[in-house]
């Protein structure tokens, strides 16, 4: 509608009018994310915060505000995302990086915590949160990310050269063929893994992210059974694959 962040507003009252917005539009955490926005503008807490907005910020902080009603996501509009102790760039056409995959991260990094700069691949690695994720419990960790978006690549590219880890553009339907037999301890990935009637009914955020990081193909299991044949000769004796996998897919991929 026509409501706007004003100049001179107090952070404190847009942060409170960005919630009832955002509450309006359906967004599901709105009550942290209106003063979320506000802070990202000002570099300050909003409740804690008596400086009168300026003309520039209020027009930052209203242009933020329609893009999230749209419900374009909130890392997308932030640029950044932290993620276990990193801090990764992200933007529109890479899946954005979600605290249920610091899990795969920490179970990955368990498995190979005693072995001496073990090999790690990260396939579909996207901002490259997983093989990121890894290297930071893990230093000693050799880690290579694997990803053929060219939009997901630019992201990657960034996050890898400031993490220390190394990325390949490369396809997982075919990359096998490159890697030596037995070489990796460890293979991981958070692959597209969402049935075709999911994809059909994706939240709103959702929709905005590539539909190749999401589309699983039919029962949503394609890269799983493509991984389970034939990435298991690229692994040392004793070594692993740590995947993510749909809550109801656990049965389906073991």
Do not use: H
């Not at 967004?27 to 570099?43: I, K, N, S």
């Amino acid at each position: 509608g026509g409501r706007m962040v004003n100049p001179g507003q107090l952070p404190w009252a847009a942060a409170l009018e960005l919630r009832r917005r955002l509450r309006e539009a359906g967004c599901p955490d709105w009550d942290w994310e209106g003063p979320w926005l506000v802070e990202m503008v000002t570099g300050r807490q909003p409740r804690f915060d008596d400086t009168p907005l300026t003309a520039g910020q209020a027009a930052e902080l209203e242009e933020l505000a329609r893009n999230r009603e749209k419900r374009i996501p909130l890392q997308y509009l932030s640029g950044k995302w932290d993620f276990l102790t990193v801090t990764l760039r992200v933007g529109k056409g890479v899946l954005c990086p979600r605290s249920d995959t610091e899990l795969l991260c920490q179970e990955g990094a368990a498995l190979i915590q005693r072995i001496p700069e073990p090999q790690v691949l990260d396939l579909c690695a996207g901002t490259g949160c997983v093989g990121i994720g890894i290297k930071s419990l893990v230093p000693g960790a050799q880690v290579t990310c694997l990803e053929k978006s060219p939009q997901a690549l630019e992201y990657l590219k960034e996050n890898c050269s400031a993490y220390g880890v190394a990325w390949k553009e490369g396809d997982l339907f075919g990359y096998e063929k490159e890697l030596p037999a037995q070489s990796l301890d460890l293979i991981t990935a958070n692959p597209p893994y969402l049935t075709k009637e999911e994809m059909a009914q994706l939240q709103p955020e959702v929709a905005w992210e590539p539909a190749m990081a999401l589309d699983g193909g039919e029962d949503g299991l394609v890269f799983y059974r493509y991984l389970a044949a034939r990435y298991g000769d690229c692994l040392k004796p004793g070594g692993w694959m740590a995947l993510e996998i749909g809550w109801e897919q656990g049965e389906a991929v073991a």
